[in-house]
């Protein structure tokens, strides 16, 4: 193995990660523990938002036509609203939590409806009624958490606006004791295109693009989580609370209104740079100390869980539990058409870039001289050190790049939906589904594991309800383990 010229000074040697089929079935083991965490404590992280509930649908399958894999539904549909109310101020006592809330955004054709009313209901008594503003957003306060019956009333249609043909027209979301709760209804207008005329075929199309793009930000994410598996052998539970930094980091360089007011693309810029130092900071000033002091790499995965909990818990009292959009591009049409594929033009952009930056990370591990070290510490961290590798100078480039890497993800989440305090978590256990499934510690694993698992997952929204996507690249991962333990790009070791 070549040795890389690095600092004279070698930092000691990286916990060396075990690999086999028993660390894989540890580590999914301990995903579903962390995802029934809250409710075995009997307590949740903080208080919901709407990005923290998934947008309930017309129908199953429905979502995946608009090439967005949160549900939004450009050119015939609605997206998830973000709330219009402004976040508290840190430190501030509030007389009561705000009522939770039912919101939506009605659009047909790709234009917002204005004047619609939207009735929520419970047990057959009316809970109460809004119009829609000039642009379509609508929201209704319920009193409690529970379930809802939420419908619109055709009456107050505009004249050429109509549910689609075969859309459910009363939805029963299941409202969270706090935060907003966005719904989804299928509208359509005369003279837009119409879903009824597109076929079966055309619907797939239409999903697999949105799971090209939803897994090429998922790849791109997972790369960093990767690394640092193959670099320290820490399975890093708090690589969500990175991806949510990188979008709040962006959103608050961005915004008009409490921000910088920067383009978006300088935010952006901006962002993923805040969040590799974030990345970087972790390391100096949490896991380093660790494994100089000889903490078992076990121990450092339960302090990444608590971590990743108290991150969330500052995101969502400085940032606030709404849910916003960045000041660009927020509502876009499907104007981009690819055959029988219409795209909103920024999903077209999010997977141009994404699809970039997938290949310069692929060509920065493989040619540059630092991608040559990742990739000899990743292999074995004790030989890189006797080579000359400062492989504590290594692991900090990786939280670095991992940073950065989440962060660009977080970014391009945030522009295709919503920013949220807790939009990482929601995308963690994909994320680590395509890590395993590509094979632990190897970043070309996590990117094409990342792009298998998003376009599975999406189009089976085709046939399933889109709550159950989570549940669908989890069942593709044990079912892959289950014949290839060690992951698709993943090398099978000897037992010793």
Known sequence: MASVQSSAMSGPPPATPRSGGSVRWVLLAAVVLVLLLPDLTGASPAPASSAGQTPTTDQAGGAGDTGDPAGGVPGGGTVPTTDSGEAPEDGADEPAPALPRITATLTAGGEPVEGVTMIVSQGGQEVGRADSDEDGKVEVEVPSGGSYDVTLDPDTFPEGVAFEEGARTELSPIVQATGSRPVIFRLTSEGAEARQGRSDTDRVLSLMASGVRFGLVIGLAAVGLSLIFGTTGLTNFAHGELVTFGAIATWYLNAKSGGLGLPLVAAAVGGVLIAGGFGAAIELGVFRPLRRRGMPVVSQMVVSIGLAIALRYVFSIVYGASSRQYAQYGAQSPTVHLGPVSLRPKDLVVTLV?????????????????????????????????????????????????????????????????????????????????????????????????????????????????????????????????????????VRTRAA
């Open 354 to 490: 994404a699809l970039a930056a997938v290949v310069a990370v692929g060509v920065f591990l493989q040619r540059a001289r630092l991608g040559t070290a990742i990739r000899a510490v990743s292999d074995n961290g004790d030989l890189s050190t006797a080579s000359g590798i400062d492989t504590a100078r290594v692991i900090l480039l990786v939280w670095a790049l991992a940073g950065v890497l989440a962060g660009a993800g977080g970014l391009m989440l945030g522009t295709t939906d919503t920013v949220a305090w807790n939009m990482g978590q929601q995308v963690l256990l994909i994320m680590f589904a395509a890590v395993l499934l590509g094979g632990l510690g190897t970043a070309y694993g996590a990117m094409v594991g990342g792009l298998f698992v998003g376009i599975v997952s999406d189009v089976s929204t085709f046939w399933l309800d889109a709550d159950l996507k989570i549940v669908v690249a989890l069942g593709t991962l044990v079912l892959v383990l289950l014949f290839r333990p060690q992951g698709v790009f993943g």
